[in-house]
Structure formats: structure tokens, C-alpha cells
């Protein structure tokens, strides 16, 4: 059996541009190359596809600040032209290359929101982690958090805002509505991008302006005064729970700042220092998330631990960081999984998915 062509998608348009570069590169060191054949797609901030047989050196950088998208004149694309040929060069207008998986390293819109997901199905390809619902609920907080609400997993108080009832919420119903302290953001992003925090009018009606700098649709939420642990899931149908890991942000809260550009902006802590009967309580509660918003193969369930032992499901991310710092990888490495292990087991599970799909019927029989 010939290897399988993995293709590694990373770059892209939204503000985790240089996190997916990291992320990819790591992703594609650690491909074992007596099973897989990697295939290298850049996407430019612009959203063009590149085949990056250039940027290979520039993701081989071990200086962070190296890593960067080699841009080329070899604009691809995928086509739902069936097996072999689903990668076409449109700069010299030909047919390259067949793709047996597809590794989305995409974070945000364009990526991580069941776009990619999509395009995959059209092309036939398997693609490693959720699938386009679940990418696409996972991306929505207002979605997502009606989804929880309904399955009864408890998740912070929150309303959802577009331009057609923002008049009925001045910040005096907010604060018997909801809560006097809010979180209000965006409601498909990530990065924490335009969320704020909230207290009084003044700050409500900037932070409301600022997430509609982002979105059409916008929640205000309830602050959760507690500690912020995460948790890794892995799997299709039974999917496992991983070790927790805390979040120690250093600034007010886990923004923007303290994500990527303040490097003591947070610390990370393997495991989380709870009791055991909490551990097993934010474990089962994770995975139950998983399988509530409908995700297969990966993702990272965050959480509040607040007072009394409550928890909260804060959002799920479907594609999470996969730098060899980030929480996913670090949490299955606690756990037991190797980072190189853990990406094996991620394609397999997308083609064990891609399988299963694929022998289901797609129509009557006459
Ligand atoms: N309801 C809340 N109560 C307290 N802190 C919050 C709340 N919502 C968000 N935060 C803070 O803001 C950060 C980013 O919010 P989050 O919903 O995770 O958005 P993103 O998808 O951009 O990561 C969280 O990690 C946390 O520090
Ligand atoms: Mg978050």
C-alpha cells in the first residue's frame, strides 16, 4: 500500500493566522513519514490556496518568528472531481494530485466553521476533526450555548443581540436581565476578538459597539466568577475525556492580549489542581458537550469551575491550538497520547468516519 497523502491546510484569513502557521508546522513535523506523504496547502491571507512546496523551509524555522507562508505562483484548488484528482493547479491548469485526508490547521471563520469541512465533502475527502455541523455549531456561540441549554449542561446566563433587538436591550435590562457584570462578544469568533467586558452603561454600550464591529449577531453574557479549566476529547462515537488543564490569565481576563501577544499573558497548569470527584464530573461534562454539539474526531471543552464546585461549559473550539505549548496536545501528552500519536489517531479517526458515511445509502432502491 502506497502512503497516505495527507493534506496539511494552514494560514488562512482569520486573526489565528500565524497561531495556524505554528500549529501547522508542528503538525507536519510530526507526520511519520513511512505512513503518510504530506501535502503542504498555504492559504494567504487573502484566501487563495498555494501549494507550498516553498514555504516547507519556512515552517522548518524553530524561531517562531520565522514561520511564515511562502506565497508561490501555484494557486490550487479543490474540485469534487472524484478520487484521484481532487487537487487542481490553476496557475498551470492541470490536475496534481489525488488527497486521501485533508488536516484543517485553521483557526476561526474560513476553518474552523465547517467552510473547509464542506468543501471537503464536496471533494470526497476525509477531513480530521468535525464535520460541518459541528464545526459550524461549535463556531456559534449563540448555537452552541442553546444547544447546551436544551441538553441541560449548565452554561453562563446569556442573550443573543442582532440589529433587530438591540433597542429592546438598553444596559438597565441587561442588568436584571442577565447580570450588572457582563461578558459581550461576538458570536462567531474566536481569540477572544471584540469581546469585552462590561459593567456599568457606558462600558456596555462600547463593548456592545465593539462586537458588532465583528458580527451581524452578538451575545451578552452573565459573568462566571470561577477558574477556567479545559479539557481534550478525542474520538467518534465514545469519545475519551483527557486530563484538565487550568488557564491562569495574568491580565483581567483570557483576551486577546493575553492569548498571543503578552507572553506572560497566561499560565498553563498540568493538571488542574481539583479534587478528584471534580475531575470526574468536568470530564463527563465535556464529553457530553462533545457529543451534544454534535463533533467527531477532536476538540477542546473550556470551562469554569466557580464557586461551590459549579460548573459552567464556557464554548467548545474544534480545531484547537496545536503548537507543542498548546493545551490539546499538552493534555493528551499528560494523558498518555504522544503529540505524534495523537495526529496518527486523528487521521485515522477521519477516515474511520469518512468510512462509515461513505456505506451508508444515499438514496431509495428501486
Ligand atoms: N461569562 C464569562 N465570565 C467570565 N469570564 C468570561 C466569560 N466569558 C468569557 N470570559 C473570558 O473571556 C475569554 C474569552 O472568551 P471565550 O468565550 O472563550 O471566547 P473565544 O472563543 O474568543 O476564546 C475567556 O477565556 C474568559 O477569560
Ligand atoms: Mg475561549
Redesign the pocket.
Known amino acids: 500500500m502506497g502512503k497516505i497523502k495527507v493534506a496539511v491546510v494552514f494560514g488562512g484569513r482569520s486573526a489565528e493566522h500565524e497561531i495556524s502557521l505554528q500549529s501547522a508546522k508542528n503538525v507536519i513535523d510530526a507526520l511519520d513519514r513511512k505512513k503518510y506523504e504530506p501535502i503542504l496547502i498555504g492559504i494567504d491571507r487573502d484566501g487563495r490556496w498555494f501549494l507550498n512546496e516553498n514555504s516547507l523551509k519556512l515552517l522548518n524555522a524553530d524561531d517562531p518568528k520565522l514561520i511564515q507562508l511562502a506565497v508561490g505562483d501555484h494557486e490550487v484548488a479543490l474540485t469534487p472531481t472524484g478520487k484521484s484528482s481532487q487537487l487542481i493547479s490553476l496557475s498551470r491548469n492541470t490536475s496534481l494530485s489525488g488527497i486521501d485526508v485533508i488536516f484543517p490547521v485553521l483557526h476561526g471563520p474560513y476553518g474552523e466553521d465547517g467552510t473547509i469541512q464542506g468543501l471537503s465533502k464536496l471533494a470526497n475527502i476525509p477531513c480530521v476533526g468535525a464535520g460541518i455541523l459541528g464545526s459550524a455549531v461549535g463556531m456559534d456561540?449563540d448555537v452552541m450555548k442553546r444547544l447546551l441549554r436544551d441538553a441541560g449542561i449548565p452554561t453562563?446566563r446569556f442573550i443573543t443581540i442582532t440589529g433587530k433587538n438591540q433597542k429592546i436591550y438598553p444596559y438597565d435590562s441587561i442588568r436584571s436581565l442577565i447580570s450588572p457584570v457582563v461578558?459581550v462578544?461576538p458570536a462567531n469568533?474566536?481569540?477572544?476578538?471584540g469581546?469585552s467586558k462590561a459593567g456599568d452603561e457606558a462600558s456596555y454600550n462600547k463593548a456592545v459597539s465593539e462586537a458588532f464591529k465583528f458580527d451581524l449577531k452578538i451575545i451578552v453574557?452573565?459573568?462566571?466568577k470561577g477558574r477556567?479549566i479545559e479539557c481534550a476529547i478525542l474520538g467518534n462515537d465514545d469519545p475519551k475525556a483527557s486530563a484538565l488543564g487550568e488557564i491562569i490569565?495574568q491580565e483581567e481576563?483570557?483576551s486577546y492580549s493575553a492569548k498571543y501577544l503578552n507572553e506572560k499573558g497566561a499560565l498553563l497548569e498540568i493538571p488542574a489542581k481539583v479534587s478528584h470527584h471534580v475531575e470526574e464530573r468536568m470530564k463527563r461534562l465535556a464529553a457530553e458537550a462533545f457529543r451534544v454539539l454534535e463533533c467527531t474526531g477532536m476538540a477542546r471543552v473550556?470551562m469554569?469551575l466557580a464557586a461551590n464546585d459549579n460548573i459552567y461549559i464556557?464554548?467548545i473550539n474544534t480545531i484547537p491550538g496545536f503548537t507543542r505549548i498548546s493545551m490539546y496536545p499538552k493534555l493528551w501528552e499528560y494523558s498518555g497520547i504522544s503529540y505524534g500519536d495523537l495526529i496518527d489517531r486523528l487521521i485515522s479517526l477521519a477516515m474511520e468516519d469518512f468510512e462509515q458515511r461513505n456505506q451508508l445509502q444515499t438514496s431509495m432502491e428501486f
Open positions: 456561540k453562563a461578558f462578544k469568533l474566536g481569540s477572544s476578538v469581546i453574557e452573565e459573568e462566571i477556567e490569565p481576563f483570557y473550556d469554569f464556557n464554548e
